[in-house]
C-alpha cells in the first residue's frame, strides 16, 4: 500500500449534521418554508452535490428558486459554524494519518466539495489534522465533474504519480464509493451519522473506525 485517500470532509470528522443545519438556516434566510428533517436528508445524502440537492427538491416541489444562491449561503453558514464549533476528527483519523506517515505512504484529501469548505474543515480541526498532513488535497476548483465520476481521484493518483492498485480510499456515501471503484482502487465505507445504512455494497469492506492494519488486510497490500 502506497497512499491512502480519504474521500470527503466527512470522513475526516462528522460535518453532516453541521451541513443539514446550515441547509435549514439557508432555508428560512432565502424566504422557503422548506425543512430537511434528518430523514429526508439521509435520503438525499444517497447522491453528491448540495446543489443539486436543492435544485432536484424545489423541482419535486413545483417551486422556482435560484439553487446556487441557497448553496452559496448554505456554504457561508456552514463555514462559519465550521469556525465556532468544537469539531474532532472521527474515530482513527489521527492515528490512520499519522501511521501512515510513519510507514512512508502518502495521504490524500479528494473530495469535490469547494475549497473554501475544506480550508474551514482543516482550520477547525488544526493542529490534530492539517494541511500539511495530505500530500494532495482536490477539491471541486481541481476537477470539473463531480463524483460518482471517477474525475477526482484520477487527478489525485497522477498528482501523487501512483498506482490505483496500491492505494485505498476511504468513502461515507455512495457515489463517493462508485467514485472510487470506477477509478480501479480499493474502497472502504466508513459511513457517517447521515449516511449510516445506505447501501455501499461495492466497497470492499465497511467499518465503524479507521486502522491501518485493517486497510492493509483489506487491500490486501504491504
Known sequence: MSAILFGSISTVANTSELQRRAFNQAFEAHGLDWHWDRETYRTMLSRSGGQDRVADYAHSLGHSVDARAVHETKSRIFQDALATSELAPREGVVDTIRDARKSGWKVGLVTTTSRENVS????????????????????????????????????????????PTQCVAIEDNVDGVQSAVAAGLVCVAFLNENTAGHDVAAADRSVDRLDVRELQLVAGLN
Not at 476537477?143 to 474525475?151: E, I, L, N
Open 120 to 163: 474551514a474543515l482543516l482550520a477547525a480541526l488544526s493542529p490534530q489534522v492539517r494541511r500539511q498532513d495530505f500530500d494532495v488535497v482536490v477539491d471541486s476548483s481541481s476537477v470539473g465533474q463531480p463524483k460518482p465520476d471517477r474525475a477526482a481521484y484520477s487527478y489525485a493518483l497522477e498528482m501523487l504519480d501512483e498506482s
